[in-house]
Nanobody, 127 residues
Framework: PLVTSGGGLVHVGGSLRLSCAAS????????IAWFRRAPEKEREPLSC????????WFVDSVKGRFTISRDNGENIVYLQMNNLQPNDTAVYYC??????????????????????WGQGTQVAVSS
């Protein structure tokens, strides 16, 4: 399973760093992805990073504000979120996709098919 943490309440323009940690299995060999779901909205794909940390992907709405990184030795992936806005308020989830079959890409993120999911962490941005 994956454990998601780092959410909280921040003011507009603030920053948070979310973590996605693996428990019981290695993240090496998995593309890790972040999604969010705001109240009464569809799940939105945000970003993904392949196992080798190479070509990452971001949805346009977070480009330039969010960065993604991973430490396979520590079995953890981070989503650094800067300049947060009220419309970033949502529950944020990480997912892991086995790179035997999938790879970080717009197509993978659009399908949203993951082998493992984290439990989600709430992010709230106040104006």
């Amino acid at each position: 399973p994956l454990v998601t943490s780092g959410g909280g309440l921040v003011h507009v323009g603030g920053s948070l760093r979310l973590s996605c940690a693996a428990s019981g299995h290695a993240l090496d060999g998995y593309t890790i992805a972040w999604f969010r779901r705001a109240p009464e909205k569809e799940r939105e794909p945000l970003s993904c990073i392949p196992s080798d940390g190479g070509d990452t992907w971001f949805v346009d709405s977070v480009k330039g504000r969010f960065t993604i990184s991973r430490d396979n030795g520590e079995n953890i992936v981070y989503l650094q979120m800067n300049n947060l806005q009220p419309n970033d308020t949502a529950v944020y989830y990480c997912g892991a996709a086995d790179e035997t079959y999938y790879y970080c890409s717009e197509g993978l993120m659009g399908r949203g098919v993951m082998d493992y999911w984290g439990q989600g962490t709430q992010v709230a941005v106040s104006s």
